[in-house]
Each structure stands twice: as C-alpha cells, then as structure tokens.
C-alpha cells in the first residue's frame, strides 16, 4: 500500500539501478507523502509506546546538531558538543544522588539497550579483568541476574557479551513485576554452590508493560553481600526522579553501580536520547579503549577530553546538545511539572476505570505512568480474572485487539495490548511526555474505546 501512495507522489520508494537525479518538485512531494503515511507520535491518542510528542526546543537543537554535522568521539572537531555532553551527564548523576553525584562517569549511548548492554559489559570486566583479552575461554563460569519482567536488552546483552543465554538467570517477582529480593538472594547463593561466579544483576525503574520498579534498597544490600553489580534499567522509570511526588519510586537507585536513562522517554526528547552513567570512574576507558593511534594521540592538544576511546563506538551523535538546550529552556521545575502531569493522567485514568460499574477493569495495580486494564463486554461483567471461566476468559481475549485495529485503521488511538501471567490480553496505556493531554482528552477516549468495543461485539451484550 506504501508503495502505491509514493506511485501517486511521483517518487517511487524504489531505488533502482541506474538512478537518477530527482526533480526538487517530486523530492517534496515525497517528503509531504513521507509525513502523511508515518504515526503522529505527538497526537494526543498516541499511547501505544514509551516515547510520544517531542518538545519544540529540543527538535531545534537536534536540527543544530545535524547541521554542524561532526563526531562527538574526540574534542578537536566537537569541543562545544564534547563540554555539553560532560556537563549534562554531571547534571544526570547529581538528580540520581549519592555516589553518583560525587564520582561518576558516563555517556551518551545510542539507546537504552545499549546503555543496558554497558552495563553488563562493564561488570564483566571489573569481576574479569583478564576477559578483555583471554576471552571466555578459561575463565570463571560466570552468571548473571535479572528479573522475570525484565526489559529484553538484557537477553541481548547476554548474547553479545559473550555471556550466553543459560547463563542469564532469571529471578522470580510479586504479582506485580517486582524482583523478590529473597528469590535473588538464594538464586546466588545457589550459582556460588554450584561453583558458578555471579557478577551482575540487573533491576529495572519500571517495566516496561506492569511499570514496576524493583526494591534497589534491599537489592543493593543483597549485591553488596555476594560482592556483584548492581544496574539499574531505568531507562523508562528514572525520569520520577524529577519529580517530589514521584521521586520516592527511585529510592536507592544511588546505591548502584551503573544506571541507564532515557530522556527520550517520559522527558519528551527527540529520538534517540540515552544516557549511560556508572560509579566506577575509569572503567568505560579500560574496558573499552584501543588507543588508536591516528585518532587519540597522547600528545596532541585537549586529548584528555577525548570521549571516543569510551565507547565500543567510532561514530557519535550530539545527543546531550537536545537535552542540554531543553533543559535551560524549562529548568529543573518545568521538567518536574512534566513528569508530574504524567503521573496524574495516570492516577486521573486508574480512577475513571475504577467508577466504571465493570465496564473497565484493571488487570494489574497502577505503577507510576502504567495502567494496565480490560473493556468488558457487557455479558462478561462483573469480571473478575481470578474466578472467570475459561471461556470468559478466551473470550476476553480478542477484545483487545479487535478493538485496538478498529481505532488504528480509523485513525484513532494507539494503546498496547499483551498477554502476561496467564492473563487474557489486556490493554497497557502509559504516558509519556504527556504535557498536550488532558483529563478530558482520556474520558474522551475511555468512551469511544467503549462505542468500538460493543459496535464489535454486539452479541455479546446483555
């Protein structure tokens, strides 16, 4: 269907052998076809990701770092992008706290998974050191730790790590996705009869579907006791640190070693904006630096602001510019504002389901910006998950994505669905970068999710 679309423009989406130049005419007209066919991310029915509308300001600075067109790796051709980055970096370990605020390093990566794939890479090599050039071959059999509701990245840093898949150990959770402390506690107790090494644990600041955060307090003790790295995925969650309302969420996030962050999350940056940050000064630059010698000359001038021997990178956006601009634009209280708002949507959104009389029903407790929830048909109600027949049950199944494909093909809304714990499909609306929605925008929602879903599902009224 795309390509018919871009047909009609007069620029096809092929790129042919032997093609040629393109009238400017045509190049707009597939731009104008390019805008009008992509997902309006900053509509105010847009809740099917953890990312949504992009403020102004930083688009701007986004442009700027396009424009100039360098290479944040060393500070010869990017001393303005190279400072802001260290500077904003310094602003993010002050809002996470503690040892962070005091002696930290960090950097800007080109996503949460790979933040998240620093994380396991530098605890590796600070259980390892000898790793980075003996390999895995005749080491310690090393394992590593992280929830059963725990963001796939991790699955992805085992395999790239050099880990392996068997030797990520998944810890059990609560009802409602937070690790249990105790469960990992006896998980590396057994690793260590077992003869194994554990080196790592990786805790999340809000899930991605349930949006819960583990208990960092009690892990980080747990951690400290078995002598292992502590992470922290808050690519999602950690923007409740902004907020007074909401910043007790993170409590004892300053305790870990290493802490991803996404600001193009609940923060509204453009994509891609991720922040990287560890307590282990020193380390990203041992356990990645190759010293190559026609880039990072020991003698020549301001190598020692260099970033690029940092990263398992060559190539590096400005990142940090977007934030850094945004920030001075809206200030520690205006970002506070944001995630706040966030948060009350969600509570507003949680309460309206709540005086439903059964129409709508929560399948999880709220956690933060995340609520997870039903439609009930009419026939189903009251619906109650734990005593509902299997019938029921796969009957309920289908509404949710019947209902999110007859909003999607009219343009409507866009909110998640899945299933989890045995549970029939649910709806999962979360908001990020929320400051364009209101209250009124979700009760507007809320009743046309219900005129599409008994429009569907008319043999099932009462």
Known sequence: MLKQHFEKAGIPLELPDGQAATPTDSLLAGVSTALQYSVRTGHPGFFNQLYARADAVSIAADWLAVAANTNVHTYEVAPVFTAVEVEVLSKLARCVGGQYATCHDGLFAPGGSISNIYGMHLARNHADPDFRTRGAFGGPHMVAFTSEHAHYSYLKAAFL??????????????????????????????????????????????????????PFEQIAAICKKHGVWMHVDGCWGAAALLSPEHRHLMKGCELSDSLAWNPHKLMGLPLQCSAFLTTHRGLLQQSNASNATYLFQPDKLNREYDLGDKTIQCGRRADAFKLWLAWKAYGDEGYGARVTHSASLAIHFEQRIKASDGAYVLSHPRSFVNVCFWWVPPALRPFQAATASQQDAATLDKVAPKIKDAMQQAGDAMIGFQRLQGLPNFFRIVFPSAWTVSSADLDALLTRIEGVGNKLFPALQV
């Open 161 to 214: 790590t050099g880990l392996g898949t068997d030797n990520l150990i998944k810890v059990e959770c609560n009802d409602v996705g937070q690790m249990l402390p105790e469960a990992l506690d006896q998980a590396l107790a057994t690793a260590r009869e077992q003869g194994k090494v554990p080196f790592f644990v990786g805790t999340t600041a809000g899930t991605t579907v349930l949006g819960a955060f583990d």
